[in-house]
């Protein structure tokens, strides 16, 4: 069955700090791939996505993700965080052919000012 | 664009009770999809529908609950005998082909 693993449940970091969240999936063959981010009482909103091409995606705010084949993966990254940047994070997988999204248990961060 | 709504927000219920939810996705979206999240976990899929025709259910579906989108637009999932395992938020969630528009989902409390 497919799964997605996101490893850091928690992450703490103090504002301008760089940011990376590992996101790990579970399908030999053709993949989607998503990062949405849900702020503190706000719906889930699409973050960045990676259909096919440079593996190297572009999103929203600053965020990036980076699609390696090889190693099942699509971890997001940030330079630079911000304390607006606090919220939960979740990695979701469509795997080709289905017609719903596999999501991860999601990584909360906190910001400190 | 006004995004995905969900009615209600919150629901509470008593265990055995029926409740009903709706959800109105983005017009012009044909797609439209129901998950359930748990406290401490990722949205987990439970139904699909392209305009009205519900082409996929997951196994979490029980047959306690059931859902329809009777013209291709809006979408109702109705519990039936709620049980205390129910209690979570149930989001929807719309597309074209392409990404999924989330709305803010309606939360279910099992009294």
């Known amino acids: 069955a497919q799964s997605v693993s996101q490893h850091n449940h928690h992450v703490i970091l103090s504002e301008a700090a760089s940011l990376e969240l590992g996101c790990n999936y579970s399908?030999?063959?053709?993949?989607?791939l998503f990062w949405y981010v849900q702020y503190p009482g706000q719906h889930l909103q699409l973050l960045l996505k990676?259909?096919?091409?440079?593996?190297l995606v572009k999103g929203i705010k600053g965020f990036e993700a980076e699609f390696i084949k090889s190693k099942f993966s699509f971890n997001l990254r940030k330079p630079s965080v911000q304390w607006s940047d606090t919220a939960e994070y979740f990695c979701?997988?469509?795997?080709?052919?289905?017609?719903?999204?596999?999501f991860g248990t999601g990584t909360r961060l906190t910001v400190i000012p | 664009d006004t995004g995905v709504s969900q009615d209600p927000r919150h629901k509470i219920t008593k265990r055995g009770q029926n409740v009903t939810f709706r959800c109105d996705p983005i017009?012009?979206?044909?797609?439209l999809y129901w998950y359930r999240q748990t406290l401490g976990q990722g949205p987990e899929f439970l139904t699909y529908?392209?305009?009205?025709?519900?082409?996929?259910k997951s196994r979490l579906l029980s047959d306690r609950f059931s859902a329809e989108r009777p013209k291709g637009s809006f979408s109702t999932l109705e519990i039936q005998r709620t049980e205390q395992g129910d209690s979570a938020m149930y989001l929807c969630?719309?597309?074209?082909?392409?990404?999924?528009?989330f709305g803010d989902g309606t939360r279910l409390s099992i009294l």
């Open positions: 969630a719309s597309s074209l082909p392409g990404p999924q528009h």
């Open positions: 399908y030999g063959g053709t993949v989607n």
């Open positions: 990676y259909f096919s091409g440079d593996p």
């Open positions: 979701a997988v469509e795997v080709d052919g289905a017609n719903n999204l596999f």
């Open positions: 017009s012009e979206h044909n797609r």
């Open positions: 529908f392209q305009n009205e025709a519900q082409l996929e």
